[in-house]
């Protein structure tokens, strides 16, 4: 996947913004290791389909069974890359 020099400097910025329990794996492996994720209003809305959602602590839980993804990261991702 090509990524552009602006986006490299998004990704960066966003980086440097928050303290990633996983050390930023998803950006690190090259966008191969991604969490699931269920993509909703073009990237505004996330919701984490992981199993073990403990690892990470940009996560919001909403009732019982469904927690969305908080992570800046991730949402780019999601937005910019459709994955």
């Known amino acids: 996947m090509k990524i552009t020099q602006e986006q490299?400097?998004?990704?960066e910025e966003i980086i440097r913004s928050i303290n990633?329990?996983?050390n930023f794996e998803c950006y690190k492996s090259g966008f191969r290791n991604?969490?699931?994720?269920k993509?909703?209003?073009n990237g505004k809305l996330i919701e984490c389909l992981e199993e073990d959602v403990r690892m990470?602590?940009?996560k919001f839980h909403f009732g019982a069974e469904t927690t969305f993804c908080l992570c800046p990261l991730r949402s780019y991702i999601a937005?910019?890359?459709h994955k």
């Open 79 to 81: 937005r910019n890359f």
């Open 8 to 11: 490299t400097e998004d990704i």
């Open 34 to 37: 991604l969490s699931k994720v």
């Open 39 to 41: 993509i909703f209003a």
């Open 56 to 58: 990470c602590r940009l």
């Open 20 to 22: 990633c329990s996983r």
